[in-house]
């Protein structure tokens, strides 16, 4: 089974600073998407970064210039460097893996889309508070 352990959220201040880490286990990832959507409170889950297997990403348009996604391979873990932080990206954030053939995720299956791209795998969400 796939499993993706998110961590890192808290609260700062408007112009402050976070970095979220997602740890990832039973996955390839090196070969598939990786992903950071969020979810604020009365909205639908958007997605904010993807980062490929051959290194390339892509940012929405709200966090261009502000946040990176970034991977360490050897140590299986999903970056989400956060600068410049506004009210508006208050959220729970999100790390998601691109579906892949024969690997059950943990709990049960929901697909959101991305950037042509389809997640299936989840973190349990994290946290992130910006205060004006």
């Known amino acids: 089974q796939v499993q993706l352990v998110a961590s890192g959220g808290g609260s700062v201040n408007h112009g402050g600073s976070l970095r979220l880490s997602c740890g990832i286990s039973?996955?390839?990832?090196?070969?598939?998407?990786m992903a950071w959507f969020r979810e604020a409170r009365g909205k639908e889950r958007e997605g904010v970064a993807s980062?490929?297997?051959?290194?390339?990403?892509t940012y929405a348009d709200s966090v261009k210039g502000r946040f990176t996604i970034s991977r360490d391979i050897a140590k299986n873990t999903l970056y989400l460097e956060m600068n410049n932080l506004k009210p508006e990206d208050t959220a729970m954030y999100y790390c998601?893996?691109?579906?892949?053939?024969?690997?059950?995720?943990?709990?049960?299956?929901?697909?959101?889309?991305?950037?042509?791209?389809?997640?299936?795998?989840w973190g349990q969400g994290t946290q992130v508070t910006v205060s004006s």
């Open positions: 039973g996955y390839t990832y090196s070969s598939f998407s």
């Open positions: 998601a893996a691109e579906l892949a053939a024969g690997l059950r995720p943990r709990g049960p299956l929901m697909v959101f889309s991305l950037w042509g791209k389809s997640y299936g795998y």
């Open positions: 980062i490929e297997g051959d290194g390339s990403t």
